[in-house]
C-alpha cells in the first residue's frame, strides 16, 4: 500500500508541476509540439463542458478520457489486457497527432517555438565556427 502511496504522490507532483510551471520539454527542446501539447487546454475547456473548444485543442483528450478507466481497470485486474489496451491507446493517439501535424503545423494550436534549445545551440554553433 505505502508503494502505492509514494507513486500517487511522484504522479500528483508531476501533475501540478506540468500545469503550473513547467512548459512542453519536446517544445522547448527541438521547437515542434508532442502529442501531448495543449492537451492542458483541452481538459480545461472540456470541464468547461466547451467540448469544441476541447477537440480544437487537442482532440486525442477525448481518447484518454474514454480510456482511462479500461486502462486502469485492466492494470490491476489484467496485465496482457493492460498492454493490449495501452498499445491501441498509444497507436490511436500517436495517429491524431501525425494527421493534425500533417494538417495543422505549423498554425495555432499547433506551433513551432522558435526559440528553442536545438535553435539556440545552433545559432551559437555558427558563431563560434564564423569567428574561426
Known amino acids: 500500500m505505502e508503494k502505492h502511496i509514494k507513486k500517487f504522490c511522484f504522479i500528483l507532483i508531476l501533475a501540478i508541476a506540468a500545469l503550473f510551471v513547467m512548459k512542453c520539454p519536446i517544445q522547448t527542446i527541438i521547437g515542434i509540439p508532442c502529442p501531448g501539447c495543449m492537451m492542458t487546454t483541452a481538459l480545461y475547456y472540456f470541464i468547461q463542458f466547451d467540448f469544441k473548444s476541447a477537440y480544437y485543442f487537442n482532440p486525442a ?12 481497470y485492466s492494470y490491476y485486474r489484467n496485465k496482457s489486457l493492460f498492454n493490449k489496451l495501452l498499445w491501441i491507446t498509444l497507436v490511436l493517439w500517436g495517429t491524431i497527432y501525425l494527421y493534425r501535424m500533417i ?4 498554425e495555432f494550436p499547433m506551433v513551432y517555438v522558435e526559440e528553442n534549445v536545438i535553435s539556440k545551440m545552433r545559432g551559437i554553433y555558427e558563431s563560434i565556427i564564423n569567428k574561426w
Open 61 to 72: 483528450i477525448y481518447l484518454l478520457l474514454i480510456m482511462f478507466i479500461p486502462l486502469t
Open 103 to 106: 494538417t495543422i503545423f505549423p
